[in-house]
């Protein structure tokens, strides 16, 4: 697989692909095919759920992880999996599911870039987009007590999303150029020659693999719930939905 379609088109729900491997484990199956729509969990995004269907059958997927061997898309069991390598199949996602984590993931991005813009002190350094409990870290580089308005930040949102929405893209760039944007970030990345950012129009780009929606005008309903202080670092808890 070179780049998996997920990461070219946040929307596409249904995808025929070929299965290139099938690996039995004990109740469950990893079956790995040659490009897929599902996402696999990890940089705070959950995974995609969806079925697989092979010969008109449906199989559930329950799980989707990246190995090494690949992005693998775990199935329960059934006899008929384990002689389906080189076969077609259809993949279809849980769109709702897909659309609510792009919304959650995002967000993330456009709270992270505000705060930054308000504080040059503040950088991005964690991200979770669980939409059940989705919240940012800042870190400072300086130490400071500096607090920060809940409603100032969401007014900020409510211009970005309501009154001027802005269109997100992701881009492939030079490692230079990532290292010259972000040098804390760039050192934490795998030095690959070019690195996929998520570029928020008017804000620094930032590396990231995961699902986003076009346009901020989807992030309707977006709140900061609360900003909590531990030592250098602001936890920004936020909700979507
Ligand atoms: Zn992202």
């Not at 379609?5 to 249904?14: A, F, G, M, R």
């Not at 199935?75 to 279809?92: D, G, N, V, W, Y």
């Amino acid at each position: 697989m070179t780049t998996p379609k997920y990461l070219s088109n946040t929307y596409l729900d249904e995808l025929t692909v070929n299965i290139t491997r099938v690996i039995e484990m004990d109740d469950s199956v990893a079956m790995y095919c040659d490009d897929t729509i599902f996402y696999p969990q990890g940089g705070g995004q959950p995974c995609d759920l969806g079925v697989i269907i092979i010969d008109g059958s449906e199989h559930r997927v329950h799980h989707v992880e990246s190995t090494k061997e690949g992005i693998a898309h775990i199935l329960e069991a059934h006899p008929s999996l384990l002689t389906c390598a080189k076969k077609q199949c259809i993949q279809r996602i849980d769109i709702q599911r897909r659309l609510l984590n792009a919304k959650s993931h995002t967000a993330g991005h456009l709270i992270s870039h505000i705060l930054e813009e308000l504080d040059s002190n503040l950088f991005p350094a964690k991200g979770h987009h669980y939409p059940s409990d989705s919240y940012i870290e800042m870190i400072e580089t300086e130490r400071t007590n500096d607090s920060y308005s809940v409603d100032l930040i969401n007014d900020k949102i409510d211009a970005l999303v309501e009154s001027n929405p802005i269109d997100i893209l992701a881009v492939d760039l030079d490692l230079a150029q990532v290292k010259s944007l972000r040098p804390l970030l760039s050192k934490l990345i795998p030095q690959n020659t070019q690195i996929r950012v998520i570029a928020i129009d008017g804000f620094k780009p930032v590396p990231c693999g995961g699902t986003h929606v076009r346009c901020t005008s989807e992030l309707k309903g977006l709140r900061i719930t609360r900003i909590k202080r531990k030592k250098d670092r602001l936890k920004v808890n936020y909700s979507i939905n």
